[in-house]
Every structure is written in C-alpha cells, then in structure tokens.
C-alpha cells in the first residue's frame, strides 16, 4: 500500500482528540468511585471494541489469530499487560493532576521511551542518522521532546503559583507528589504499547496474507494488545472494589432516581470506553500510512494528546489563576508541539520520495 505521510498525521491528530477526549464523560460519571466506573469503561475500550471493530471491518479477524504462533501472542498479550499498568496509572495521573498536567508528564516520558526504544533494539536507529530523512524525523522527536518539556514547565509553575483550594476547584483530588509519582510509572509502562505493535507485526502480515486490506492490518493486533491491558487494569480494579466494599456501586442504593443515575453512569462509561479506543483505531491506521518511518507514530501520537489535552485543559479552566508567563509556556508547548509533528511528517515524506 502507497505511502501517504500527512493522511498519517491527520490519523494520528483524529486518535490523539479521542485519547484527549474520552475522560471527560468519566468527570460527569456521578456516584461511582474510581474504581467502578475506570472497570466499566474498561470493559468496553479494552475488550468490547476491539473485538466488534476488528470483526465488523475484518471478517477474517478468527482466521487471521488462529494462525498465529503462541510465542508471537505471548509477547503481544505480555507488552499488553505492562502498558495496562501504565494505563492503570494514566486514570490516577488524570485524577491527582488533571488533564494539562497530567497528560504533559506522563506521555512525555511514554513518548520518549516508546518511540527511541523500538528502533534502538531492532538496530535501525544508526541507520536513521545516516539519511537525511532519517535525520529530519529525528529531529522532529527532539522537537516534540522540547515541546512536552515546555508543557511540563508550565505545570511546574502552575502547582507553584496555585493555592490548593484553587487547583481543586478544577481537580478536586489534585495531589502533586501523588500525581507525578503515577504519572512516571504510567509513561515508562504506557510505552510498552508501542513495542506491541512492533512484536504484533506476524500478526498483521498473516492479516495481509488473508487478503485484509493494509489499512486494517493492526486491528487484530489491537486485540490481543488490549486484552492484556484489561487483564492488569481488571485485577487492580477488583481488589480496590471488593477492598473498599464497592461491588454496591454497580447496582446504587435503592434511591430516588437509581435507575436513570444508572443508565447514565453506563452510558457515559460506553461512550468514553469507545472514545479511548478510538485512538488506537485511528493511531494504527495512521501508523500504516506513516511509511519507512513508522516507529515516529508513536511520537506523532503523544504530541497529538497533548496538544488536545490542554485545549481542554484550558477550555476547563484548569489555567485560571495562573499567570501571563506561564500561560505563555502553555502556548509555547502547544506551538512546538504542533511543529514537531509537520516536522516529522515531512521527514516521512522524504523517505517516501527517496
């Protein structure tokens, strides 16, 4: 399939508004403890959705995994279970730092892990410094590492300028040391999902040799990957449930107007399960378009979130009180974030044209 490096990021940017977005029906979720309504959403993102996408686009999905060596769906489920944790950690980063800060430290680490590593082990990272398109995606991570530093500045300063009764008006569970403790286990694990797409590539050639068309090659991938994730994410849901005596939330206390509170809270958990797993169905497609380079998605990927997240992030009121400099950082990392990703796909189009 040809090559189409800017279809790729308008991939990429659709996934990243998805990753950006699906956490804002969890914040209207009422009555429900973390716990609940992250296993709830979790079982339609992780395992509801990748199932029904993958067999509705891809009749052959069964006969594509049952040719699969077990070694191959090993690693894949096994990266699937180490980025479930960093997923796991994700939803408490969102919830001790809200969404700006949360996603800038977090996926910076994610995005520097998942996208050096993979060439590194594969030995095509020396290769990259000998071409010039190589070089210009490269220098595209540096940029979007510089600009996830700036966003990262602009937090720092935010939890230094913000008193905490401000900071829980907007996060009502903002915990700073909390936050970043989570939020470097959920970048260093998070980046295993790239690593799953790399170790998932038998999988897509068997889908191809099914005659799969090439755009859809990952979604079988897909659901191993986050099968696994759901695995890591469902054991630490339900011992905090049953810890903490919460199998009630599921049902509500017989109140007035249970029903409709428990109608909406699994209407909010579906639609923000299939937003999150609309990132990757996008974020596989446009890995596909990314050509020779396709290991940059991952980068594409993290600028994308973040450059979505504090759009909301300030659309929430969550810079307010802040002052004029670090509003400046803001729109400073926003900016170079944006910039890396035009860089990086014109390093793409280059090894397209060579």
């Known amino acids: ?44 993102s992780w395992i509801v959705a990748p199932l029904v996408m993958s067999l509705l686009i891809v009749p052959q999905t069964f006969t594509v995994l049952k040719g ?11 990266f699937g279970v180490v980025w479930g944790i960093g997923g796991l950690t994700f939803g408490l980063t969102m919830r001790y730092l809200g969404i700006a800060l949360g996603y800038a430290i977090a996926l910076g680490l994610c995005a520097a ?10 030995g095509e990272l020396i290769g990259l410094l000998k071409t010039a398109s190589g070089q210009v995606v490269l220098l595209g991570v540096l940029v979007c590492l510089i ?9 720092i300063r935010k939890e230094r300028e913000l008193t905490d009764q401000v900071k829980r008006q907007s996060v009502s569970e903002f915990n700073f040391v909390k936050g970043i403790s989570v939020a470097i286990v959920s970048g260093l694990a998070s980046a295993a999902m790239a690593y799953g797409f790399a170790a ?35 054991i630490w849901c339900l011992y905090l449930i ?8 599921f049902v509500l206390p017989d109140t007035p107007g249970r029903l ?49 997240s504090t759009i909301w992030g300030i659309s ?14 803001v729109i400073a990392g926003l900016l170079t974030l944006i910039l890396s990703t035009v860089i990086i796909g014109i390093g793409n189009k280059l090894a397209v044209s060579n």
């Not at 600009?147 to 937090?155: L, M, P, T």
């Not at 191809?208 to 890591?232: C, K, R, T």
């Not at 609309?278 to 600028?303: N, P």
């Open 260 to 308: 409709n509170v428990l109608l909406v809270n699994y209407l909010l958990c579906l639609i923000g399960g299939v937003t999150w797993y609309m990132q990757f169905f996008f974020y596989s497609m446009g890995s596909v378009k990314m050509g020779k380079y396709d290991f940059s998605s991952w980068t594409i990927h993290m600028a994308a979130i973040i450059i979505f």
């Open 200 to 234: 998932g590539k038998p999988i897509a050639q068997i889908a191809l040799a099914n005659n799969v068309p090439a755009l859809w090659q990952n979604l079988p991938v897909l659901i191993i990957i986050l099968a696994g994730g759901f695995l890591s994410n469902c």
């Open 68 to 78: 699969v060596s077990v070694s191959t769906l090993a690693a894949v489920f096994g």
């Open 113 to 122: 892990f998942g996208t050096i590593m993979p060439p590194l082990f594969s």
């Open 1 to 44: 399939m040809q090559s189409s490096p800017f279809l790729g990021l308008l991939f990429h940017a659709i996934g990243g508004l998805a990753a950006a977005s699906f956490y804002i029906a969890y914040k209207r979720v009422k009555n429900w403890n973390w716990e609940t309504y992250w296993l709830t959403g979790g079982v339609f």
């Open 147 to 155: 600009g996830i530093g700036f966003s990262g500045q602009a937090g």
């Open 316 to 329: 929430l009121k969550e810079w307010q009180g802040t002052s004029e400099k670090t509003r400046l950082w």
């Open 242 to 249: 049953v810890k903490n005596k919460r199998c009630a939330e």
